[in-house]
C-alpha cells in the first residue's frame, strides 16, 4: 500500500493464523468490527469473535507530516501474532523493522478467557491459509449487475513448500503486486504442501511457489515467472 501516502490499515488474526484486513485512505472507518464480522462470514462463525481483539491484532498508521512534509508510519502488533510481521509488511508495505511490538497488558485479553472459546469456535484454531482483503469480501458478496461483464473477484491459490526464503520472498512480491496493480478484488489463500500434500496432487502442483487462478475459469497457473510481474497480471486478468 505504499503507492498511497496517506492510510490507515488494521489486520486480525485468528488462533489458528488465518488473516483478515482492512485499508482506508480516508481514515474516516473503524474496522475493528468490521473485521470480526467478515470473520464470521469466512468461517461461518455463530457469532462475532469480537473477543480476539485487541490481542490477535495489529496496526498501521501513515500520514504525511504538516511541519516537515515528510511521510511518517506507526506500525504497531501485538504481542499474540508478532510473528506474522513479514507477512503484515508484505500486505502494508511497510518494512519488517517498522512494527513495534506493543508491551503485553492483561487488558488486551486474557488467554484463559481467550481459550473458553475454542469450543464454541473451534474453526478459529485451524488454520484454513486464509488472508483476505475485506474489501474483496465485499464486493464478491455484492449482486453482479446485468451490464457488469467483467469478474467481480478473482480467487487465487498461491502453492509454497514450507516457510522458505523463496516462499517469503514469493508472498511479499504477490501481495504488494496485486494490491498495486489488480483492479478487480481477489482473495488469495496461501496453501503450505507440507501440511496439505493432498492439495499438491488434487492441483498438480509440481514445483513450487505455484499461483493458480481458481476463478474466473479456465483455471490458470504460474510457476517460476516470478521476474516477469507483467507476465503474472497478464495471466491472472486474461479471461
Not at 511518517?72 to 518494512?95: C, H
Not at 492439495?199 to 475459469?217: D, H, W
Amino acid at each position: 500500500m505504499d503507492q498511497h501516502q496517506s492510510y490507515k490499515g488494521i489486520a486480525l488474526f485468528t488462533p489458528g493464523g488465518d488473516l483478515i484486513y482492512g485499508l482506508d485512505v480516508d481514515k474516516s472507518k473503524h474496522w475493528h468490527l468490521d473485521l470480526c464480522e467478515g470473520l464470521q462470514e469466512l468461517l461461518h462463525l455463530s457469532e462475532s469473535p469480537h473477543f480476539l481483539i485487541p490481542a490477535y491484532t495489529a496496526t498501521v498508521d501513515q500520514w504525511i507530516d504538516p511541519k516537515t512534509q515528510q511521510i511518517r508510519v506507526m506500525s504497531e502488533v501485538y504481542p499474540l501474532v508478532q510473528r506474522f510481521r513479514p507477512l503484515l509488511s508484505a500486505i502494508f508495505g511497510t518494512t519488517l523493522q517498522s512494527w513495534t511490538v506493543l508491551p503485553w497488558q492483561e487488558s488486551y485479553g486474557d488467554p484463559t478467557i481467550i481459550e473458553s472459546y475454542r469450543e464454541q469456535f473451534p474453526q478459529l484454531w485451524e488454520n484454513h491459509n486464509l488472508a483476505v482483503n475485506l474489501a474483496s469480501l465485499r464486493a464478491s458478496a455484492a449482486p453482479a449487475t446485468s451490464l457488469d461483464t467483467s469478474p467481480r473477484t478473482y480467487i487465487l491459490r498461491l502453492f509454497i513448500s514450507g516457510h522458505s526464503q523463496a516462499a517469503t520472498q514469493a508472498l511479499t512480491t504477490l501481495y504488494r503486486f496485486l494490491e498495486e496493480n489488480l483492479s478487480d478484488s481477489y482473495t488469495l489463500k496461501v496453501v503450505d504442501i507440507m501440511k496439505h500434500p493432498e492439495q499438491a496432487e488434487l492441483n498438480q502442483i509440481s514445483a513450487t511457489p505455484t499461483l493458480v487462478r481458481v476463478y474466473p475459469e479456465p483455471k490458470r497457473r504460474i510457476v517460476g515467472e516470478w521476474e516477469n510481474l507483467d507476465r503474472i497480471l497478464q495471466i491472472i486478468a486474461t479471461p
